[in-house]
Nanobody, 140 residues
């Protein structure tokens, strides 16, 4: 059974930093596509960052470019979201998610009509596996 468990959320001041973790189980990191999302109150889900080994694709939303990064620790089966220079508008529930179906996309993004990461983070995409989320509140 695939499980994703996020942790590390909390209250942080504007301009501060926070690192979220996503502990994964039930699958290996030999071949993966995994992404971070968030959903703020009253707003639609937003795909933030993604990385995929199936086609080498990655994705970073404009809203977090230059401030957020993701990394994968295969040995710990854990994915991290490092968030710097946080703003009040970053307040949201943050989720990690994965979908094995996008691993069928093997061609590099330069020649593929839609990369694995674009597919995974597409608005309202039907993503297979989600964590329970962790709340991040940014206040001044």
């Amino acid at each position: 059974e695939v499980q994703l468990v996020e942790s590390g959320g909390g209250l942080v001041r504007v301009g501060g930093s926070l690192r979220l973790s996503c502990a994964a189980s039930g699958f290996t990191f030999d071949d993966y596509a995994i992404a971070w999302f968030r959903q703020a109150p009253g707003k639609e889900r937003e795909g933030l960052l993604c990385t995929s080994t199936s086609d080498g694709s990655s994705y970073t939303a404009d809203s977090v470019k230059g401030r957020f990064t993701m990394s994968v620790d295969k040995a710990r089966s854990t994915v991290y979201l490092q968030m710097n220079n946080l703003k009040e508008e970053d307040t949201a529930v943050y989720y990690c998610a994965t979908d094995f179906r996008v691993l069928r996309i093997r061609r590099p993004p330069s020649v593929s009509p839609r990369s694995a990461c674009v597919t995974l983070t597409f608005p309202r995409a039907d993503v297979e596996h989600w964590g329970q989320g962790t709340l991040v509140t940014v206040s001044s």
